[in-house]
């Protein structure tokens, strides 16, 4: 225990570089390690006893600092875990006055670096847990801190549910900030589209409710414009009814993949029907070569021949009736722990057979030299929707408007090893560039603000104007008013 105490003193002493040496938004100006150890000790003495100040040393440390990928975890002098919106006010004023910087963290599924995590002071967002269905507005207020696997589980009873996260460990809150792509979707539209109002402490310390009556800009900048406006402690969303639904997760090998790429096309060309959905992953990781198929109907039973051609073809697995739940938690998402990673996306205007064969071909091209040699992942999904599916939208600060509907191909790459950063993110700055090039020249106008990529799967340096279009001047104007100080500023993210 003394050597941890003087590994833990000298971490103080020598960090001074990753707090310091900063020039962007994000910079705290001169502060070193020793000092945000004081201002925590500040914080812990200013809160109350529901709520926690976390040192590398105590046992509760490490789950509020871990990310989904290692690249993404980042070792904080301290963890502040607020369980009252009233702590979470002394909190962010606190460090607003020391300009210190500060990551806020709530499943930690961002795989750009910075972006929930932090070297100063990290604020896990765990305490907010609440799931409570209030039957008579239909509503159902969400807390930032679970993960969707928590929510589905805990509405289940009320066979109700909400437009959420549609794979195993996806949290809250970073998902609802960004705007959120559903197995309801079709249905629905996306998740900000159902939220009706968020408790908010502003950065300056204010707790405030915020919905289209109360504060009208910043509820639009709240949809889709991620933790640029303060720290959201409460999500008021509609309740949807939800009983059994049919689908599953289907297995194949490479053997079959023309054949595949032949029934997505085909899936989407002819699926009118908004209860019926699939996502489809093109997966390498070590020695493995495998496409997967979820196919989702909103239902207990699905009309006959609706999967018919995915069915059809060798594979591996079943559809059946089953919990919404129970179909979220098929999706195999935890075998990139202890990787390195990184997301980007590409958005098209139509899932045509030359973006789904240009998927395939991208795919087998960077898959089978880690057949090779293993140790890494490779991971290319195709998101089909109805092209009405944006007619739901409610606008806000993503783009999602039924004149242009767009529907987003995810890229990942995991890796084990720090020095391989660069050939990955080049990589995968690569492949959405191939990709990008291949829906223009099949004939999707993409060129210019028409091509908006879902902030959530963009990869870290991407231009604002890529993300929020014209809606990025209005977006600075409502960051300024929230946040005239900048506390925003201290933060990781695509900032205003």
């Excluded at 968020?198 to 009208?216: D, R, S």
């Excluded at 002819?270 to 390498?284: G, V």
Aim: charged content about 15%; hydrophobic content about 40%.
């Amino acid at each position: 225990m003394k050597l941890l105490w003087i590994l833990y003193i000298k971490l103080l002493l020598s960090s001074v570089n990753a707090l310091s040496n900063i020039t962007s938004c994000n910079s705290p100006g001169q502060i070193n390690n020793s000092t945000v150890f004081n201002i925590c000790e500040n914080i812990k003495s200013s809160i109350s006893c529901n709520s926690h100040v976390y040192y590398p040393l105590d046992l509760n440390y490490s789950s509020t600092i871990s990310h989904y990928g290692i690249s993404s975890t980042n070792f904080s002098v301290c963890s502040v875990v607020p369980c009252t919106a009233e702590d979470l006010s002394i909190i962010i004023k606190i460090i607003g006055e020391n300009r210190v910087p500060f990551g806020i963290k709530s499943g930690g599924h961002s795989l750009n670096p910075g972006f929930s995590s932090t070297g100063g002071i990290q604020i896990s967002m765990q305490c907010f847990s609440q799931v409570n269905y209030n039957p008579n507005d239909e509503t159902v207020d969400v807390g930032p801190g679970l993960v969707w696997d928590d929510v589905y589980q805990q509405l289940e009873p009320y066979n109700v549910t909400v437009v959420g996260g549609r794979v195993v460990g996806v949290g809250v809150d970073g998902f609802l900030l960004g705007g959120g792509y559903s197995w309801k979707s079709n249905q629905y539209g996306l998740s900000i589209d159902t939220i009706l109002e968020y408790e908010l402490v502003t950065p300056n310390g204010t707790i405030v409710i915020v919905n289209n009556q109360t504060y009208p800009d910043l509820f639009f900048g709240l949809k889709g414009g991620l933790n640029n406006f303060g720290i959201v402690t409460n999500f008021k969303m509609r309740a949807l009814p939800q009983g059994q639904v049919y689908g599953g997760l289907l297995l194949y090998t490479v053997l079959v993949i023309d054949d595949l790429v032949n029934a997505i096309v085909t899936f989407q060309t002819n699926n009118q029907d908004p209860k019926a959905q699939i996502l489809c992953d093109f997966t390498s990781l070590v020695n493995s070569f495998d496409i997967n198929i979820i196919a989702f109907y909103d239902a207990p039973t699905a009309p006959p021949n609706t999967f018919d051609v995915f069915t059809s073809i060798l594979h591996e697995g079943q559809l059946e009736t089953q919990s919404y739940l129970s179909l979220v938690q098929a999706s195999p998402v935890s075998f990139t722990n202890n990787m390195r990673g990184r997301f980007h996306t590409v958005s098209v205007r139509n899932i045509s057979q030359a973006i789904v064969e240009k998927v395939r071909d991208l795919f087998i091209e960077h898959a089978f030299p880690n057949i090779l040699f293993g140790g890494t992942l490779v991971n290319f999904a195709i998101e089909p929707f109805l092209p009405s599916y944006f007619d739901k939208s409610q606008g806000g600060a993503y783009p999602h408007s039924p004149s242009n509907p767009l529907f987003p191909i995810v890229i990942q790459f995991g890796w084990l090893l720090e020095l391989d950063d660069e050939t990955f993110i080049n990589a995968t700055e690569t492949v959405a560039k191939a990709l990008l090039q291949t829906a223009i020249e099949d004939g999707q106008d993409l060129e210019g603000l028409e091509e908006i990529l879902y902030p959530n799967y963009a990869l870290i340096g991407t231009p604002l104007s890529k993300m929020y279009g014209n809606n990025v001047d209005r977006l600075k104007s409502i960051r300024q008013q929230v946040d005239p100080d900048n506390v925003m500023c201290l933060t990781g993210g695509f900032r205003f």
